[in-house]
């Protein structure tokens, strides 16, 4: 039996890549970071997790999903220290995108640069459909 795959492209590089793959009853997308549709990037890190998650979830609405339904992230970040150091705003904020404790599993990466170097963070997350 053949799977049903849905795909939604968005922004400047939607010929290059999608932001969002549904497929058997899993959502993949991809890695969202801190960068508005005006492409607009605030320089604390905290505000740029808040608009990933904006993100996010404008990606996940395409999919008639939640940020309930995601199971899995992943947070990249171009300087560790830093993150580590805004540890409980970061959680803060993250905490604020879910609307409670998120009860996913998450993972850190440190990573030497993103697409623009003002970003700061770019988090990909999985859901359930």
Same mark, same amino acid.
């Given at each position: 039996m053949a799977s049903e795959k849905k795909i939604f492209r968005s922004g400047p590089y939607a010929d290059f890549f999608c932001q969002g793959v549904s497929v058997d009853g899993a959502l993949y997308?991809?890695?969202? %970071?801190?960068? /508005?549709?005006?492409?607009?990037?605030?320089d604390d890190l905290p505000a740029q997790v808040a608009q990933a998650y904006q993100n996010i979830r404008h990606v996940l609405a395409q999919f008639d999903a939640t940020m309930d339904d995601i199971v899995d992230e992943t947070f990249f970040v171009t300087d560790?220290?830093?993150?580590?150091?805004?540890?409980p705003? %970061?959680?803060? /904020?993250?905490?604020?995108a879910y609307g409670k404790k998120p009860e996913v599993c998450q993972t850190l990466v440190a990573t030497p640069a993103l697409v623009d170097p003002?970003?700061?963070?770019e988090i990909k997350v999985i859901a359930r459909l």
């Open positions: 997308l991809a890695g969202q %970071v801190g960068m /508005t549709e005006d492409g607009e990037i605030p560790m220290d830093d993150c580590m150091a805004k540890v705003e %970061v959680f803060a /904020t993250r905490e604020a003002r970003l700061k963070v």
